[in-house]
């Protein structure tokens, strides 16, 4: 799994020796094709020689890729791609990288075809600056014809350009939301100019622009002065039932009449439900297959256990249910909450469902010769996101920005969602991506932390849990995996990718030196979730083993006596003069080194922002700098 498949295929450019060997490792990490011209040498097979003019061989690979990369001047690659540009709506994503890699521009196709946030990944990656000329960009605003794209929002017809340049101009732009996720909506920059509502009622102002978010299909009236879109979440689920036989095309076409006479719109469809004897009927396969949708079927004993509007005594007679359309679209409507944790798709079928009536649609019949179906259609809560859900598990480091790794800065700004304790989610506040999802929880709360991104990833999200240090080091990685265990997770879905990131006890390790040189452990003090006796246990066992130590969490304010223990088991094993640190708030602006002993360490503040490193028997400090032998020199005198 790699961060940039969802850019892929990428073509990647190169004229000179200095912008491949810029290009090269770059393109490793992205999964691209680097072409160079027959010139150069190649590298390996991830290199092609292009032949001839780069204009003509653009002109070929152009419809096969979906981003370009090109390290050349931002003139040439305008003068080479301009007679290729066709529609920003299916355009590639440009980006050019300047030959010493300190800045990538979002030449092209920034918003649709992904070029800023695939500049953004890639200015992470190099650690380089990245050239985004759109203004929500700078406005912080989220990109209004990606808005919906996290949630699987089909777009809509109308004015797109215009209602991003109202956006964009600070003009008051109108959002009536009638389906689908608000998350959205929560995490604006405080300036944004969008009025949720009807100004022209409430305070006799019209706005500039308007965005339905809504799974009805709405006419905009001529002549209107001002750029509408719209959005359609996909939260309607159409029951259906059918005679045996019934073709896909009189399928498709009675539920695109249903939907003309109800306005509603067929982009916000979700899925199809239906009872478990059609599992396998022709027509309503091939038409799900064709559409994408999700097909959940249920027996005739559940679809029977629900009141609808109009059961029949001749279908109960038949299948056993009352009602097949209208008992199957609501059981669809509330599939998604009635199956969290146990998800799979086409297996509806559960027992002690909490279900809500939500129809839309009563039961329609449609029939022609020898060909029938009834449908009947409801509006779920929650909409149906078609995508599988991701969670990064992602460590930032002791506490400043160059501390964290490429790959966890391009992991939290590819990230639907970010959840995290609200410290370190400021830290990353120059990571995050304008219309990004973010959710602070008080420190206290990381299991609810955990269990609020296995929902919004089981519901298809890309969400980043953020740890300070090493995610998986006392931080929140290994919850949320014993969570996803306790759901009964497959290993596959959401998908997992841990980030790595610098631990306390590297981070203090060194600022104060190297000692770290020789078998070292790290010990927590925190009894909270550990009984005293194992802490005290292993305690002894560090320092009879003389392994260089580092105490996490060693004192807080309710916790005060676990340090004074542990310096009393120390002092029984180790020389009093043992150097010791004391490092707070390691790379933060208010960091504080101290070096001691084991003897006098106590006299020192130490406290939850502390870690304690305690050295081994030959570590020795000289000129304030804490050293643990690796044994060279021992070795050498033995010789
Ligand atoms: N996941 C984190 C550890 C969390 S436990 C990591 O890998 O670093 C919290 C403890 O880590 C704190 O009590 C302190 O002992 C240590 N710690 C975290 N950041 C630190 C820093 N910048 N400087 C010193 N100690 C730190």
Same mark, same amino acid.
């Given at each position: 799994?790699?961060?940039?498949?969802?850019?892929?295929?990428?073509?990647?450019?190169?004229?000179?020796?200095?912008?491949?060997?810029?290009?090269?490792?770059?393109?490793?990490?992205?999964?691209?094709?680097?072409?160079?011209?027959?010139?150069?040498?190649?590298?390996?097979?991830?290199?092609?020689?292009?032949?001839?003019?780069?204009?003509?061989?653009?002109?070929?690979?152009?419809?096969?890729?979906?981003?370009?990369?090109?390290?050349?001047?931002?003139?040439?690659?305008?003068?080479?791609?301009?007679?290729?540009?066709?529609?920003?709506?299916?355009?590639?994503?440009?980006?050019?990288?300047?030959?010493?890699?300190?800045?990538?521009?979002?030449? $092209?196709?920034?918003?649709?075809?992904?070029?800023?946030?695939?500049?953004?990944?890639?200015?992470?990656?190099?650690?380089?600056?990245?050239?985004?000329?759109?203004?929500?960009?700078?406005?912080?605003?989220?990109?209004?014809?990606?808005?919906?794209?996290?949630?699987?929002?089909?777009?809509?017809?109308?004015?797109?350009?215009?209602?991003?340049?109202?956006?964009?101009?600070?003009?008051?732009?109108?959002?009536?939301?009638?389906?689908?996720?608000?998350?959205?909506?929560?995490?604006?920059?405080?300036?944004?100019?969008?009025?949720?509502?009807?100004?022209?009622?409430?305070?006799?102002?019209?706005?500039?622009?308007?965005?339905?978010?809504?799974?009805?299909?709405?006419?905009?009236?001529?002549?209107?002065?001002?750029?509408?879109?719209?959005?359609?979440?996909?939260?309607?689920?159409?029951?259906?039932?059918?005679?045996?036989?019934?073709? @896909?095309?009189?399928?498709?076409?009675?539920?695109?009449?249903?939907?003309?006479?109800?306005?509603?719109?067929?982009?916000?469809?979700?899925?199809?439900?239906?009872?478990?004897?059609?599992?396998?009927?022709?027509?309503?396969?091939?038409?799900?297959?064709?559409?994408?949708?999700?097909?959940?079927?249920?027996?005739?004993?559940?679809?029977?256990?629900?009141?609808?509007?109009?059961?029949?005594?001749?279908?109960?007679?038949?299948?056993?249910?009352?009602?097949?359309?209208?008992?199957?679209?609501?059981?669809?409507?509330?599939?998604?909450?009635?199956?969290?944790?146990?998800?799979? @798709?086409?297996?509806?079928?559960?027992?002690?469902?909490?279900?809500?009536?939500?129809?839309?649609?009563?039961?329609?019949?449609?029939?022609?010769?020898?060909?029938?179906?009834?449908?009947?259609?409801?509006?779920?809560?929650?909409?149906?996101?078609?995508?599988?859900?991701?969670?990064?598990?992602?460590?930032?480091?002791?506490?400043?920005?160059?501390?964290?790794?490429?790959?966890?800065?391009?992991?939290?700004?590819?990230?639907?969602?970010?959840?995290?304790?609200?410290?370190?989610?400021?830290?990353?506040?120059?990571?995050?991506?304008?219309?990004?999802?973010?959710?602070?929880?008080?420190?206290?709360?990381?299991?609810?932390?955990?269990?609020?991104?296995?929902?919004?990833?089981?519901?298809?999200?890309?969400?980043?849990?953020?740890?300070?240090?090493? $995610?998986?080091?006392?931080?929140?990685?290994?919850?949320?995996?014993?969570?996803?265990?306790?759901?009964?997770?497959?290993?596959?879905?959401?998908?997992?990718?841990?980030?790595?990131?610098?631990?306390?006890?590297?981070?203090?390790?060194?600022?104060?030196?190297?000692?770290?040189?020789?078998?070292?452990?790290?010990?927590?003090?925190?009894?909270?979730?550990?009984?005293?006796?194992?802490?005290?246990?292993?305690?002894?066992?560090?320092?009879?083993?003389?392994?260089?130590?580092?105490?996490?969490?060693?004192?807080?304010?309710?916790?005060?006596?676990?340090?004074?223990?542990?310096?009393?088991?120390?002092?029984?094993?180790?020389?009093?003069?043992?150097?010791?640190?004391?490092?707070?708030?390691?790379?933060?602006?208010?960091?504080?080194?101290?070096?001691?002993?084991?003897?006098?360490?106590?006299?020192?503040?130490?406290?939850?922002?502390?870690?304690?490193?305690?050295?081994?028997?030959?570590?020795?400090?000289?000129?304030?700098?804490?050293?643990?032998?690796?044994?060279?020199?021992?070795?050498?005198?033995?010789?």
């Amino acid at each position: 799994m790699s961060l940039f498949d969802a850019f892929q295929p990428i073509a990647a450019i190169a004229t000179t020796p200095q912008a491949t060997q810029l290009l090269y490792p770059l393109c490793q990490s992205l999964g691209a094709t680097l072409y160079i011209p027959e010139t150069l040498p190649l590298i390996d097979t991830t290199t092609c020689h292009y032949q001839g003019s780069l204009k003509a061989h653009l002109a070929t690979i152009w419809r096969n890729n979906r981003a370009f990369v090109f390290c050349l001047a931002t003139g040439a690659v305008t003068r080479l791609i301009a007679p290729l540009l066709n529609d920003k709506s299916s355009d590639p994503a440009i980006i050019v990288i300047d030959p010493t890699g300190q800045y990538v521009i979002s030449l $092209c196709s920034g918003h649709q075809g992904g070029a800023d946030r695939l500049t953004q990944l890639i200015a992470h990656h190099l650690n380089a600056t990245s050239i985004i000329t759109g203004a929500s960009h700078h406005l912080h605003l989220p990109a209004i014809d990606l808005l919906g794209l996290a949630f699987g929002w089909r777009k809509g017809p109308g004015d797109w350009t215009g209602v991003s340049h109202a956006i964009a101009s600070q003009k008051m732009v109108q959002v009536i939301q009638e389906a689908g996720s608000r998350l959205w909506q929560e995490n604006l920059p405080q300036n944004h100019h969008f009025y949720f509502g009807y100004p022209e009622i409430e305070e006799n102002v019209t706005p500039e622009g308007r965005i339905w978010i809504s799974a009805t299909k709405r006419r905009f009236a001529e002549g209107s002065t001002f750029p509408k879109v719209q959005w359609y979440p996909r939260v309607l689920w159409v029951g259906l039932g059918c005679i045996r036989g019934t073709s @896909q095309r009189f399928i498709a076409s009675a539920i695109k009449e249903v939907c003309q006479k109800y306005h509603l719109a067929e982009d916000a469809i979700a899925g199809i439900a239906t009872i478990d004897i059609k599992a396998d009927e022709v027509g309503i396969i091939k038409y799900c297959q064709e559409k994408e949708y999700p097909l959940l079927t249920y027996s005739a004993d559940i679809l029977n256990s629900i009141n609808v509007p109009n059961p029949s005594v001749v279908v109960k007679e038949e299948v056993g249910t009352s009602s097949v359309a209208e008992a199957a679209a609501i059981y669809g409507a509330n599939y998604w909450f009635s199956s969290q944790g146990n998800r799979e @798709q086409g297996t509806g079928n559960r027992e002690h469902i909490q279900v809500k009536q939500s129809l839309l649609v009563t039961k329609q019949i449609i029939k022609s010769e020898n060909e029938a179906v009834t449908i009947a259609i409801a509006q779920s809560e929650l909409e149906y996101t078609g995508r599988q859900g991701k969670i990064y598990l992602v460590g930032t480091g002791p506490g400043i920005l160059e501390q964290i790794t490429p790959a966890a800065k391009t992991g939290i700004n590819q990230a639907d969602a970010i959840i995290g304790y609200s410290l370190y989610l400021d830290l990353i506040k120059p990571l995050q991506r304008s219309g990004q999802i973010i959710e602070s929880l008080p420190i206290t709360k990381e299991k609810e932390r955990a269990q609020k991104a296995i929902e919004l990833a089981q519901w298809g999200l890309s969400v980043a849990v953020i740890s300070s240090g090493d $995610c998986g080091i006392y931080g929140m990685a290994g919850l949320v995996l014993e969570e996803l265990k306790n759901n009964n997770w497959d290993g596959k879905n959401p998908s997992i990718e841990v980030f790595p990131g610098i631990t306390a006890l590297q981070a203090v390790a060194a600022r104060v030196g190297t000692p770290l040189m020789h078998d070292f452990c790290a010990i927590s003090l925190s009894d909270l979730l550990t009984p005293w006796e194992v802490i005290t246990k292993r305690l002894t066992a560090a320092s009879m083993g003389d392994f260089v130590t580092a105490l996490y969490n060693p004192r807080s304010q309710t916790r005060q006596s676990q340090i004074v223990e542990a310096q009393t088991i120390f002092l029984d094993y180790r020389n009093p003069n043992t150097p010791v640190a004391l490092v707070r708030c390691a790379y933060r602006q208010d960091e504080s080194i101290i070096l001691t002993n084991l003897k006098e360490m106590l006299n020192h503040n130490i406290d939850m922002l502390t870690t304690v490193l305690i050295g081994n028997s030959s570590t020795f400090l000289h000129e304030n700098w804490m050293v643990t032998p690796r044994g060279y020199n021992r070795v050498e005198e033995q010789k």
